[in-house]
């Protein structure tokens, strides 16, 4: 099986954004509030990451590995 192209995957979660589609958490940048994928969080900030993993660990979040 081929590996999509980077682009090609890129716009399909712009479109599930666009779509609120398997938005998985909420986001708040001062009064701003907004759903988002936890895995292109976590791909693109090691803060994330690091919130996303000890949040597994200690049981809070749901979704494991």
Not at 8 to 35: I, K
Request: glycine share 6%.
């Amino acid at each position: 099986m081929a590996k999509p192209a980077h682009s090609s995957v890129l716009q399909q979660l712009n479109h599930q954004t666009e779509w609120g589609f398997l938005r998985d958490c909420w986001a708040a940048v001062h009064d701003v509030h907004f759903q988002a994928h936890k895995a292109v969080l976590a791909a693109c900030r090691s803060p994330f990451r690091m919130f996303f993993l000890n949040s597994v660990r200690r049981g809070v979040c749901g979704n494991a590995g």
